[in-house]
């Protein structure tokens, strides 16, 4: 081979390979991303805004950025996997010092990992229509348990409202990938749906108004091939809407079966019934009877509903109880037994925004004219029932405090100091712990009157409607 021919060859495979290197680092793509975000967000100062859409690619999307520098705003994402599609969701605080009824313009890009880049400008309105579109979901139950078939599991069925008119209606997850456009005050989605496969299905409904006020909704349903549930509870109301009218213990959490094959087939809970003939029933979902509702026609035998209507299983006497349902022989316990743990002279509410009976948990006993609120010396003592040492009641009314800090409360049984006390599971909050668990906190959507419950020895509270 000549000297040429080896110094042309040589020059061909350096440039070759450096070609190779380029190409590898910056892909030869054509394609740009494509930011489908709203163009108008709207908010007020010292609120929180949300920027949300969806951001698409084929090349995959490597950073998005968000920036608005008068307001010290310049985030950078990196996305490490470069999806091709990116569900892109950020809050940011308004300044309180912002103007009510300013505009303001956010620029928003993204880059695709070939540095081809798109950029969009977000106009930020702070103007005094800062409302969300509503959005109500008639069913599936969140939650709710469905088994897979060649049939209909469920209809996936909401209704969207905003008095500003809806700009969009987005629904992702069980197989839908939607964007429905509009320009109406209403809108109402129905979809039937079918799985043959079990596990987790999550939804989430997205809406945007006219002026950019965002909202979501996310539910999940549990998809079995059989009947085999995550969860069940029992109800002992008779009216659906009582399930979700409550605070905390309706319908109360029965414990699963830990036995190989018995796993969400087969439940057992301690209960309490206050009189004779107390009617109860089984819902492995918590805010409906529906799609499915356990009583009994037959002592002794379970019964199934889908349409949320069945008879319930009748505990005959007053008293204490074991109550057992087996989902594989369709068959259900109620077990008489008294309990012989100790009792309490008094128990007693600590807190913040309460009321019992009346008296506010921040009213001190020592001093009325002092308030002092999350101290025993302040707590305010249920009535217990003259028929069951381990059962106290009474009216209890949740309420803002208005003194800067959070609402809330505890049980004690000793107004000298703190333990005994009794707080709550951090996710089941109807399950007392004593000298353990968490607060429990609540904010304006729980305030109102109630009737609480509290039974020391099943460590269950109520507080209903």
């Known amino acids: 081979m000549s000297y040429f021919n080896q110094s042309f060859l040589i020059v061909w495979c350096i440039a070759l390979l450096f070609f190779q290197g380029c190409t590898e680092e910056n892909p030869d793509v054509s394609s740009e991303p494509v930011l489908n975000i709203q163009d108008v967000v709207t908010s007020l100062p010292g609120q929180r805004l949300q920027v949300s859409g969806l951001i698409s690619d084929p090349a995959g999307i490597a950073t998005v950025e968000i920036e608005y520098l008068d307001w010290s705003l310049d985030k950078v994402i990196t996305l490490k996997e470069t999806p091709t599609q990116y569900d892109f969701h950020y809050e940011f605080d308004v300044p309180g010092e912002a103007e009510v009824n300013s505009v303001h313009e956010f620029r928003l890009s993204a880059t695709n990992q070939a540095g081809l880049s798109t950029t969009k400008t977000i106009q930020v309105s702070l103007s005094a229509d800062n409302q969300a579109p509503q959005i109500v979901i008639a069913s599936p139950s969140d939650g709710g348990t469905y088994i897979a078939g060649p049939d209909s599991e469920f209809t996936l069925a909401f209704e969207v409202n905003d008095p500003s008119n809806i700009a969009y209606v987005k629904v992702v997850g069980g197989g839908l990938l939607e964007t429905i456009e509009l320009a109406d005050q209403s809108y109402s989605f129905s979809r039937d749906l079918d799985f043959s496969v079990a596990g987790v299905v999550t939804f989430q409904i997205t809406a945007a108004d006219a002026v950019g006020n965002l909202s979501t909704k996310t539910i ?48 057992t809970i301690k209960y ?9 029933r089984f819902v492995p979902q918590k805010s409906s009877f529906k799609p499915f509702v356990f009583g009994s026609t037959t002592p002794g035998e379970l019964a199934i509903s889908t349409d949320g209507a069945i008879d319930a299983i009748v505990l005959e006497e007053k008293g204490y109880y074991e109550i057992s349902m087996n989902l594989i022989t369709m068959t259900y316990t109620t077990t008489p037994y008294q309990p012989t743990d100790a009792t309490f002279d008094f128990v007693q509410v600590v807190g913040t925004g309460v009321e019992i009976g009346g008296a ?11 308030e002092q609120c999350w101290h025993f010396g302040s707590g305010k003592r249920l009535t217990k029932d003259p028929d069951n040492p381990y059962r106290f009641t009474g009216q209890m009314t949740l309420k803002d405090q208005g003194n800067g800090g959070s609402n809330g409360f505890i049980l004690n049984s000793n107004d000298a100091g703190w333990s005994p006390f009794w707080r709550f599971d951090a996710v089941e909050t109807s399950i007392a712990v004593q000298d353990g668990g968490t607060d429990y906190t609540f904010t304006a959507d729980v305030y109102g009157v109630y009737h609480v419950v509290f039974d020391t020895h099943l460590n269950r509270i109520q507080v209903k409607k």
């Open 360 to 370: 506010s948990t921040c009213a001190s006993n020592a001093d009325p004219a002092t």
């Open 220 to 267: 999940s349903v549990n998809v079995e091939e059989s009947l085999t549930f995550p969860a069940m509870y029992l109800a002992d109301i008779a009216e659906e809407s009582a399930l979700t009218s409550d605070v905390m213990g309706v319908p109360l959490p029965a414990l699963s079966s830990t036995t190989e094959g018995e796993e969400g087939k087969v439940f």
């Open 272 to 280: 309490y019934s206050p009189a004779a003939n107390t009617e109860v």
